[in-house]
């Protein structure tokens, strides 16, 4: 009837044969066509790239977007899950560039567009097979035959169309603006891109000195800036003051006159009057005297507010950038003013040069400024400046070497900040002007707001604060790169009359284009460089050709499309994108709050104004066991088809519901991992296994009985009742998505199931025959076991198909044929017993704290003891009480409403916290403390309360249970124990009755112990053979009947040995002992 189930499993080797089952039977399949006319709950599957490797953060996001799916499919819902490739960008690029031995764009335009766009779509299935194994392995279910590929004709038609709507909304424009640019690559970045890409870096930031333009016979002067990019300096062509912040001329004690801001005067030229150099006798001497400064760093000659400074003409750094002003006509070298310089650092003064800064391009228009750019595309120095040539980076040291050879280098502070780097090729990235297609976010982004706000972000706070707020500050979308590989921009110019358009669809290219030789548009052409950049129009204005411009789009936006684009929207699936728009549901790390969370939400508002999701679970890093982020070269990093090979699937994703909040860190090591997978899943199927042994021996088949209600045990409706509280709690809390608090609910349901209701029960499975309780044992087992699997499947989908497969298939062949096709379990509420749980509860808690006494009195459970004392809130009767005298092996329990008489407690103030808090007061309230007489009802009063509250010198105090240092001395032959709901006090005094009673349940105890290591069956009768001491005989003489029946010995033979034989110690005493049937 019951396959054998051993308590050794191989988790990980029993995960391929349920595997192996669910792909045979098509399982994902039928759990998607067998609800197919149930109301729809949708999820969106952010796509990976499979050009890249899975990692172990992708096991947390697989385990989690695969659980919600799985528990609302139970929960009477459709839910398709279409998996979905990420597959252009940069990083496809930058990997083909490797495999053909070629760097930069120019050696891409040598070998060919076209070839290149192959081996890219070549090159993002590399790891196709290894994603798919990775999630099957992890038990993720996708539609994987059947995915959206973002470079699919069909996918990107549909982004056409969105881009044609923006267009037509006038969202989509082309500009001139300073815009991040990493030269590598050799393209801009859009404002989410950069987000992702910080790090912080030390480097070396310049405070200059600019020579003031002074008139004939006026002491020369200096504007101090300052600079964290000195290889823009060459393209400095103003300096920026704050107009409302206070300016000073000063004289240094260096011996130069300066002008900076006040507020910093003394961060920046203090040291001066400490500064100290080597004199030629090798000692320490100040550098600076301050004769002239009246012996400070500094002395004030006048002040001004910035608005004064406006217009000061200065000498410029470099000649080059004066002769590109000249050129232009236009004036530069002057102080300008604007409230974006803060007082937070520097001297006040900011250089600018609009070519490299947002800031500084803005401020350069305001005041029509000229424009000089001595850095190419490839972020070499360039012009007629000094350091041609160099890379930026490169250039920033000669830079200050040069300025300090001619006496304009001030400072050169080492300065830590976040710097910015590519987040594909990581190479650092500079503010560079150049012309762009933006979005323009900025006009939707109250829109934006106010759609996030109908989301349900966890935790609430990511979706508050760090979204929101980026939200409320968006920058107008950066959509183009000047790449290849990606989504070609649909727009079209004519180089004639500058006429603009956009397409948005294939038969509208094929409508209005002809290739460049005058042939039809083909109906299958390729929606990709250089195929589409072959494709001309006629200007509808000037009758000349228009080409596409050359720019293919932000791969963000081909994951932001996702919701419409994998389903060829608006061309086809028009339904089945109403159905499933927005998302219920998704989830993804929470760098994806700059990444696919704001592209969904962007373009969903742009184009629906709705948000794309209603629900939206944040994942936190997966760090190694020290905290630390893994990576390759650290050499913490975890392979995870290693970590699945090892431990399972189920155990993993157990470590990741449990582990902590989903949206924080998670401190990934085997330890962990492995506690898990032995507190609840090794529990689980343990319980199982005890099941299945007897029901086999009995041949019990569940399907013939049913529950005599009439005739259950209290332990039987007890059960029951948590059984059913446990069902309707978890499916609050993951309906609400709190998936920790949901799987809590389970890890102590199995735990009661196990160490409770069969623990307490076990004898009754032992009975001989079939009496009407032994049918309730099995019959309310079999219920707890297959209802709690039914509830837990969406967690652990492999452990219990397979105990579901052997509990309910071998005895129903009419059950579903899966346990992931069943319905989530339904709530009995008459089968709900509160008072009865609150009672148990009771028990259990009361049975915590009787075995702590207990080992604080070093008193062995199997010894035991005369008398307990409980202090209690939860009224027990007798049958509860038999209960906890036969767990903690007591002879009498005795509940009362007052324990002092067992113990006694005195107070001293925790100095740590009650010092801060009452300072003057405290040796007023040591004395108090000292002072209290009857420590027992202030401590009851603290407890009550929550504090105790009094008055030193007419002032009053209030002390937290934190505040106070509480020591409890106990009376005599008492131990106590408790908190403030229970108290128990046990009495460690010790008849030799009861020390005899304790030599004999050791003895069985080590007896039982020695029959399984005998592996001896549970069935099995024996002879007992003791070798001991005159005590030892002594004892078992004397209790022999009950020694027999507890091993099922049928015989005990004192002084003679055989069998399987070992030397033990019972309570001290050394006796050998032997097992044979």
Same mark, same amino acid.
């Given at each position: 009837?019951?396959?054998?189930?051993?308590?050794?499993?191989?988790?990980?080797?029993?995960?391929?044969?349920?595997?192996?089952?669910?792909?045979?039977? #098509?399982?994902?399949?039928?759990?998607?066509?067998?609800k197919k006319d149930l109301p729809t709950y949708t999820f969106y599957d952010g796509p990976p790239t499979a050009n890249g490797m899975p990692h172990i953060g992708h096991v947390l996001t697989r385990v989690i977007k695969d659980m919600i799916p799985r528990y609302q499919t139970m929960k009477g819902h459709k839910v398709i899950r279409k998996a979905g490739w990420d597959t252009h960008g940069l990083p496809v690029e930058l990997e083909v560039e490797k495999a053909i031995g070629i760097d930069g764009k120019d050696q891409i335009e040598q070998y060919g567009i076209e070839p290149?766009?192959?081996?890219?779509?070549?090159?993002?299935?590399?790891?196709?097979?290894?994603?798919?194994?990775?999630?099957?392995?992890?038990?993720?279910?996708?539609?994987?035959?059947?995915?959206?590929?973002?470079?699919?004709n069909d996918y990107i038609e549909s982004e056409w169309w969105a881009l044609k709507k923006i267009w037509d909304?006038?969202?989509?424009?082309?500009?001139?603006?300073?815009?991040?640019?990493?030269?590598?690559?050799?393209?801009?970045?859009?404002?989410?891109?950069?987000?992702?890409?910080?790090?912080?870096?030390?480097?070396?930031?310049?405070?200059?000195?600019?020579?003031a333009k002074v008139a004939e016979g006026e002491e020369q002067y200096y504007f101090l800036a300052w600079t964290t990019t000195p290889w823009t300096l060459p393209s400095n062509l103003a300096l920026c003051v704050n107009p409302e912040?206070?300016?000073?001329?000063?004289?240094?004690?260096?011996?130069?006159?300066?002008?900076?801001?006040?507020?910093?005067?003394?961060?920046?030229?203090?040291?001066?009057?400490?500064?100290?150099?080597?004199?030629?006798?090798?000692?320490m001497v100040l550098k600076y005297s301050t004769d002239e400064t009246d012996g400070k760093a500094y002395v004030k000659l006048e002040s001004c507010k910035g608005t004064d400074l406006e217009g000061l003409e200065y000498e410029?750094?470099?000649?080059?950038?004066?002769?590109?002003?000249?050129?232009?006509?236009?004036?530069?070298?002057?102080?300008v003013v604007d409230d974006y310089v803060t007082m937070s650092d520097g001297t006040g003064i900011v250089h600018i040069a609009p070519a490299f800064g947002e800031d500084d391009g803005r401020v350069g228009r305001k005041y029509d400024l000229p424009f000089v750019q001595f850095v190419d595309s490839k972020g070499n120095m360039s012009g007629d400046t000094p350091f041609t040539g160099l890379f930026v980076k490169d250039a920033d040291p000669k830079v200050l070497v040069d300025l300090d050879s001619r006496s304009l280098l001030f400072s050169a502070p080492k300065f830590e900040h976040d710097y910015p780097f590519c987040w594909r090729c990581d190479t650092p990235l500079i503010y560079y002007a150049r012309e762009s297609w933006f979005i323009k976010m900025t006009e939707v982004s109250e829109r934006m707001v106010?759609?996030?706000?109908?989301?349900?972000?966890?935790?609430?706070?990511?979706?508050?604060?760090?979204?929101?707020?980026?939200? #409320?500050?968006?920058?107008?979308?950066?959509?183009?790169?000047?790449?290849?590989?990606?989504?070609?921009?649909?727009?079209?110019?004519?180089?004639?009359?500058?006429?603009?358009?956009?397409?948005?669809?294939?038969?509208?290219?094929?409508?209005?284009?002809?290739?460049?030789?005058?042939?039809?548009?083909?109906?299958?052409?390729?929606?990709?460089?250089?195929?589409?950049?072959?494709?001309?129009?006629?200007?509808?204005?000037?009758?000349?050709?228009?080409?596409?411009?050359?720019?293919?789009?932000?791969?963000?936006?081909?994951?932001?499309a996702m919701p419409f684009a994998q389903w060829h929207y608006p061309f086809e699936n028009k339904e089945i994108f109403e159905e499933n728009f927005p998302a219920d549901f998704i989830s993804e790390a929470?760098?994806?709050?700059?990444?696919?969370?704001?592209?969904?939400?962007?373009?969903?508002?742009?184009?629906?104004?709705?948000?794309?999701?209603?629900?939206?679970?944040?994942?936190?890093?997966?760090?190694?066991?020290?905290?630390?982020?893994?990576?390759?070269?650290?050499?913490?990093?975890?392979?995870?088809?290693?970590?699945?090979?090892?431990?399972?699937?189920?155990?993993?994703?157990?470590?990741?519901?449990?582990?902590?909040?989903?949206?924080?860190?998670?401190?990934?090591?085997?330890?962990?991992?492995?506690?898990?997978?032995?507190?609840?899943?090794?529990?689980?199927?343990?319980?199982?296994a005890f099941y299945t042994l007897y029901a086999e021996i009995d041949q019990f088949d569940p399907t013939k009985y049913s529950f005599d209600t009439n005739s259950l045990t209290v332990m039987d409706k007890w059960l029951l009742s948590k059984l059913n509280t446990a069902v309707k709690v978890f499916d609050q809390n993951l309906g609400a998505y709190k998936i920790p608090e949901a799987a809590a609910v389970l890890t102590d349901f199995v735990d009661e199931l196990s160490n409770w209701y069969v623990r307490r029960c076990r004898e009754r499975f032992w009975a001989k025959g079939m009496e009407q309780d032994k049918i309730n044992a099995y019959m309310t087992l079999y219920t707890a076991l297959t209802t709690i699997c039914k509830v837990a499947a969406p967690m652990v989908p492999f452990l219990t198909e397979s105990i579901y497969q052997n509990l309910v298939r071998n005895v129903d062949k009419d059950a579903p044929i899966s346990i992931h096709l069943c319905d989530y379990p339904e709530v009995d509420e008459s089968l709900i017993d509160a008072e009865l749980e609150a009672s148990m509860e009771a028990v259990l808690a009361i049975k915590t704290f009787g075995s702590a006494a207990r080992n604080t009195a070093n008193i062995k459970n199997r010894q035991p003891i005369a008398n307990m004392y409980v202090k209690s809130n939860v009224e027990l009767n007798e049958f509860y009480i038999d209960i906890i005298k036969d767990e903690l092996n007591i002879k009498n329990v005795e509940f009362k409403d007052d324990l002092s008489a067992f113990s006694s407690y005195t107070f001293k103030p925790q100095l740590r916290t009650v010092g801060p808090k009452y300072g003057k007061l405290l040796g007023g309230i040591k004395e108090y403390l000292t002072n209290i007489e009857d420590g027992n009802a202030a401590y009851a009063k603290l407890k009550e309360e929550g504090a105790l509250k009094f008055e030193v010198n007419g002032e009053p105090v209030e002390l937290l249970e934190e505040d106070l240092l509480i020591d409890v001395a106990e009376s005599g032959d008492?131990?106590?124990?408790?908190?403030?709901?229970?108290?128990?006090?046990?009495?460690?005094?010790?008849?030799?009755?009861?020390?005899?009673?304790?030599f004999v349940r050791e003895i069985i105890s080590k007896v039982q112990t020695l029959r399984k290591e005998a592996d001896f069956e549970v069935t099995d009768h024996i002879t007992l053979y003791i070798a001991g001491s005159d005590k030892i005989s002594e004892i078992v003489t004397r209790n022999a009947d009950k020694i027999k029946s507890s091993v099922l010995a049928d015989y005990i033979k004192l002084g003679s040995m055989a069998g399987f034989t070992k030397e033990l110690d019972i309570n001290g005493e050394e006796a050998t002992f032997g097992v044979a049937k």
């Open positions: 009837m019951y396959d054998k189930v051993s308590t050794k499993l191989n988790f990980a080797e029993n995960e391929e044969k349920v595997l192996k089952f669910w792909n045979e039977e #098509k399982i994902f399949e039928k759990s998607i066509d067998e290149f766009i192959s081996k890219c779509k070549e090159s993002v299935w590399k790891y196709k097979g290894l994603w798919e194994r990775f999630s099957g392995k992890v038990g993720f279910w996708a539609d994987m035959d059947d995915p959206y590929v973002t470079y699919h909304m006038g969202l989509l424009y082309k500009g001139f603006k300073v815009v991040p640019y990493c030269p590598r690559c050799g393209t801009p970045l859009s404002s989410h891109e950069v987000a992702q890409g910080y790090k912080k870096v030390k480097e070396r930031s310049a405070v200059v000195r600019f020579k912040e206070t300016y000073c001329k000063v004289k240094a004690c260096d011996g130069y006159t300066y002008v900076m801001a006040e507020a910093l005067l003394d961060t920046v030229l203090g040291p001066l009057a400490e500064e100290k150099v080597k004199n030629d006798a090798g000692e410029p750094l470099y000649e080059a950038a004066a002769a590109g002003a000249a050129k232009q006509h236009k004036k530069a070298h002057f102080i106010a759609n996030n706000n109908t989301v349900n972000w966890i935790p609430e706070g990511i979706g508050q604060g760090r979204f929101g707020e980026w939200l #409320k500050n968006v920058q107008d979308w950066g959509l183009s790169r000047d790449r290849y590989w990606g989504t070609p921009l649909n727009v079209w110019e004519c180089a004639d009359c500058g006429k603009r358009d956009t397409i948005g669809s294939i038969a509208e290219l094929r409508e209005r284009g002809k290739m460049e030789d005058g042939s039809e548009v083909p109906e299958d052409i390729e929606l990709h460089r250089p195929f589409v950049d072959g494709v001309v129009l006629t200007c509808p204005d000037c009758g000349k050709p228009m080409r596409r411009v050359p720019e293919v789009i932000d791969c963000w936006f081909d994951s932001g929470v760098d994806q709050t700059r990444g696919w969370f704001y592209s969904l939400m962007a373009i969903s508002t742009l184009l629906f104004d709705k948000s794309p999701y209603k629900n939206v679970i944040v994942l936190g890093l997966v760090l190694d066991e020290d905290g630390q982020k893994m990576s390759k070269s650290k050499g913490n990093a975890v392979d995870p088809m290693e970590a699945l090979e090892k431990f399972g699937a189920d155990a993993i994703r157990w470590y990741f519901y449990t582990n902590s909040q989903p949206w924080l860190p998670n401190r990934f090591h085997e330890g962990a991992v492995m506690e898990g997978q032995r507190k609840f899943m090794g529990t689980l199927w343990n319980t199982y008492y131990t106590t124990f408790g908190d403030n709901k229970y108290t128990v006090v046990i009495d460690t005094k010790l008849t030799p009755e009861l020390i005899e009673e304790g």
